[in-house]
């Protein structure tokens, strides 16, 4: 079955500090993946995507992810986090049928130590 | 400002009682989206719709019903609300051909609590 997991609920960084999110997923073919952040109070704004190519994307605000075939992830990395990062971040996988639906994970709580 | 907007954004109901949540795009997308989401962060697609088609999730109640009067506007009613139904509910839309489809853009979302 198709899946998206995030294994962390909740992950504390230091400002300033490196920081990578975990997504895997299930999928039967090559997947469409995405990360979208949701600030507290806010809607959700896609901030990268992989479709194909390259597999290192960079995306707004200074993040990167990198697709990895082989192990079914797609984590989301920033060198030096800031603390406007503070927020929930969503993984989600596509496309899932013709009417470009996703499925999501269930979120990373991402807390930022000054 | 070309946006996704939501209204109300907080809605305080009694169980039993019919609500309406409404959904508005500036940005001219043929594509518009209901989506719940939980007390445990996790999103759940309700509707999509898009040019009179609509596409409902096969796991929500018939109680909630999408209505669009135009292709800017993609209202959510609610009858007989239960207090299972409390959760945050976003409105989305997306635009374009293919993969330009996933680009989603968000309403800022309606909290809605069932007392």
């Known amino acids: 079955a198709q899946s998206v997991t995030q294994p962390d609920i909740h992950i504390t960084v230091s400002e300033g500090a490196s920081l990578e999110l975990r997504c895997n997923y299930s999928y039967g073919a090559t997947p469409y993946l995405f990360w979208y952040v949701q600030s507290p109070g806010q809607g959700l704004q896609l901030l990268l995507k992989?479709?194909?190519?390259d597999t290192l994307v960079q995306g707004i605000k200074g993040f990167e992810a990198e697709f990895k075939r082989s192990q079914s992830s797609f984590n989301l990395r920033k060198p030096s986090v800031h603390w406007s990062d503070a927020a929930e971040y969503f993984c989600a996988v596509g496309p899932v049928d013709s009417n470009y639906q996703l499925i999501w994970g269930a979120g990373t709580k991402l807390i930022i130590k000054p | 400002d070309t946006a996704v907007s939501q209204t109300p954004k907080y809605l305080v109901t009694q169980m039993g009682n019919d609500k309406s949540i409404k959904c508005e795009q500036n940005l001219g997308h043929d594509t518009m989206y209901w989506y719940k989401q939980d007390s445990k962060k996790f999103l759940k697609i309700m509707f999509s719709y898009n040019n009179k088609e609509l596409i409902i999730n096969e796991t929500v109640p018939n109680r909630f019903s999408p209505k669009s009067p135009d292709k800017a506007h993609l209202n959510l009613h609610i009858n007989s609300l239960e207090l299972g139904d409390s959760a945050v509910y976003f409105c989305?839309?997306?635009?374009?051909?293919?993969?330009?489809?996933?680009?989603?853009?968000f309403g800022s979302g309606t909290r809605l609590t069932v007392v």
């Open positions: 992989y479709f194909s190519g």
């Open positions: 989305a839309s997306s635009q374009g051909s293919g993969t330009a489809n996933y680009g989603y853009t």
